[in-house]
């Protein structure tokens, strides 16, 4: 099964930042031509919530609200790398944080491949 691999989590104090970083690489995702990238997260006791997406080509990005203006989602395709700056943290990003490839994002074909997640916490 195909899989994203996150990396770049941790613990990090309140107002710090993190970059998470999703490397889709190996023949597989190559087969499978253009996807869009997506993270998203989950917190003890809450449901999975969307934080950031980027089409294949970067020219469609949307975030939560809850993120704007702080987290910055970006890809190098030749790197088969996506990642998500985050800045400003706050104690209620803490979450583990999962990168999903959309293969067909958007259509009836969509398939999407989860990463395992990484852990990332805030601290006050």
């Known amino acids: 099964q195909e899989q994203p691999v996150e990396s770049g989590g941790g613990l990090v104090q309140v107002g710090g930042s993190l970059r998470l970083s999703c490397a889709t690489s190996?023949?597989?995702?190559?087969?499978?031509?253009?996807?869009?990238v997506g993270w998203f997260r989950q917190a003890p006791g809450k449901e999975r919530e969307f934080v950031a997406l980027?089409?294949?080509?970067?020219?469609?990005?949307n975030y939560a609200d809850s993120v704007k203006g702080r987290f910055t989602i970006s890809r190098d395709n030749a790197k088969n790398t996506v990642y998500l700056q985050m800045n400003s943290l706050k104690p209620e990003d803490s979450a583990v944080y999962y990168c999903?490839?959309?293969?067909?994002?958007?259509?009836?074909?969509?398939?999407?491949?989860w990463g395992q997640g990484t852990q990332v916490t805030v601290t006050s």
């Open positions: 999903v490839a959309m293969v067909n994002w958007g259509t009836s074909y969509e398939r999407d491949y």
């Open positions: 190996g023949r597989a995702f190559s087969a499978m031509g253009h996807y869009a």
């Open positions: 980027v089409s294949w080509s970067g020219g469609t990005i």
